[in-house]
């Protein structure tokens, strides 16, 4: 049983940067990942941001390589089944061994919303987060033409990406309002998630109109106005007036049936017509990997703003659970940016209570902390909305 001082979880941007810190003053760290290699999701993720690229596998190249110097114990390709308290240790077994440690940091990210609609099942069906990884990290093609089900922020993001990497997409469209989709197939609320990417929109009165929307809650008779065949953005269709009905084909993707929609998301009838496709990308958003912190004996509390549930923790990372701490999209939805912050705030917090910062272990963590509020608040992609202030109230809770 090989044991370190910290153990982590997840090897994405809070595990790395929070590997990297604590190394850094003298703690002997591991860090485990179910993925063939480090970076997380970082690895295909890119935008542009304030006239640059920022390139997440650079950035995750970066942190793998400062980890590397400082002798961090990266392991990828092995997936935690099990950790427990054992006499003020935390053993955490995975297939062919087990590993202890003082201290055990979850950094486990986020797992996509399953969308499940008629033909799901057939071969050139994925989720929008494997459109990316084979697009961005394998650098293959998902297909010919593909069509993304889903208006999020997610699918948004990835769907530049994907533009950028020259795939060709017939559209984004909305899922059909039923029993598994409520306001999420509404034309309504899907202007709402949008008009706080308004800022990310390459024309210009694209971007007035969406802030004139936010400012005086203009979503309504946006929807209603918006055009039946969509708006092109990065010269992809944006359809908030169609859904998609089902995917059709005999052993793999053929095409997708569309269908008009009213402004509550009823099917017009006749209006029904085929869009020919052979791959289709779900966009159901993400949720916090919660699961370990379960099992670590953790209580989960439930946060919309934050993407559902997730662990117990104040705003230094530490769980009611000794020993336990969490950071990145586990503690909620955010972009990499805040979750690389997040890691060195548990970083610092975890070297401060094994009593390795001496004098400065105060201040120390008290920047990081603020180093993050100021990362959130400059953010140019926020999942969902009011997460600033949904932080400050789970804090104070």
């Known amino acids: 049983m090989t044991s370190f001082d910290l153990l982590i979880v997840g090897a994405g941007p809070a595990g790395l940067s929070a590997a990297a810190a604590a190394a850094e003053h003298g703690l002997s760290v591991a860090v485990l990942d179910e993925f063939p290699q480090p970076g997380g999701r970082m690895l295909g993720q890119f935008h542009e941001e ?23 114990d990266i392991r990828c390709g092995v997936s935690v089944h099990s950790i427990l308290r054992i006499e003020q240790r935390w053993v955490v077994r995975v297939a062919g061994g087990s590993f202890t440690a003082a201290r055990v940091l979850l950094a486990t990210g986020a797992s996509e919303i ?27 093609k998902p297909g010919r033409r593909g069509l993304i089900i889903g208006v999020n922020v997610l699918a948004m993001a990835i769907a530049r990406e994907l533009s950028v990497s020259g795939i060709s997409l017939a559209g984004i469209v909305l899922p059909e309002r039923n029993s598994v989709f409520g306001k999420e197939a509404l ?6 998630r949008l008009l ?18 936010a400012s005086f809650g203009l979503a309504g008779a946006v929807s209603r106005f918006y055009p039946r065949g969509g708006l092109k953005i990065w010269d992809i269709p944006l359809r908030l007036r169609t859904s998609a009905i089902s995917i059709n084909g005999v052993h793999h993707v053929e095409s997708v049936t569309l269908a008009d929609v009213t402004g509550r998301g009823e099917i017009i009838p006749g209006s029904e017509r085929e869009e ?40 230094e990372m530490q769980t009611p659970v000794e020993g336990l701490y969490v950071a990145g999209n586990i503690t909620g939805i ?7 912050a ?4 548990a970083a610092a917090a975890i070297c401060r209570d094994a009593g390795v910062l001496g004098k400065d272990r105060e201040p120390h963590l008290l920047e990081a902390m603020e180093h993050v509020r100021r990362i959130r608040a400059e953010a140019l992609i926020q999942f969902h909305s009011g997460i600033s202030d949904a932080r400050e109230q789970f804090y104070k809770k």
């Open 342 to 345: 997040q890691g060195s705030v």
């Open 50 to 72: 304030k006239g640059r690229w920022w390139v997440g596998r650079q950035v995750a190249e970066q942190l793998i390589e400062e980890c590397s110097v400082k002798g961090v």
């Open 187 to 192: 034309p309504k609320e899907a202007v709402k």
């Open 114 to 140: 399953p969308q499940p609609i008629p033909g799901w099942t057939l071969p050139g069906v994925m989720s929008i987060g494997a459109a990316q990884v084979m697009a961005n990290v394998h650098y293959v």
């Open 334 to 340: 955010e972009s990499a940016l805040v979750a690389m």
């Open 196 to 213: 706080g990417l308004a800022h990310l929109a390459p024309s210009p009165l694209m971007r007035i109109g969406g802030k004139l929307g």
């Open 276 to 315: 020919n496709v052979d791959f289709v990308a779900l966009a159901g958003g993400l949720s916090p990997l919660a699961e370990l912190a379960a099992v670590a004996g953790c209580p989960l509390v439930y946060a919309e703003e934050l993407g559902g549930h997730i662990p117990l923790h104040n705003e």
